[in-house]
């Protein structure tokens, strides 16, 4: 192999080799790449997902603490229902003592 022709093989491999280069450069650049525009856009999202999370959370602590006096109510509105219910028979059967009474002391003898 002449000079000139390592000099020529020289250069030929150091163009591919710039030519990776410039190449994998772009790649990198391409995929990789946030314009100032896009990081502003990204930074508004993100608070805009921190805020929906907030929301989130206190919706949940609201619909539980709801849900916890839901609860609390149906309890007691069971409680007095049953009570009351409680109350009803004793008083038919109040009723039916002074029916059967009043029958007694009505009945001819």
Known sequence: MSRNEFIIATAIILFVAFLLGW???????????????????LDRMAH????????????????????RELGTQ?????????????????????AEELRAYIERIHKPK
């Open 74 to 94: 149906l309890s007691q509105t069971t409680a007095e229902l049953e009570a009351a219910m409680e109350g009803l028979r004793e008083a038919r059967h109040e």
């Open 48 to 67: 805009e997902l921190h805020e929906a999370e907030d929301m989130r959370d206190q919706a949940i602590t609201y619909l539980e603490q709801r849900e």
């Open 23 to 41: 190449f994998a450069y772009w790649l990198l650049h391409r995929f990789t790449r946030v314009a100032g525009a896009d990081m502003g856009e």
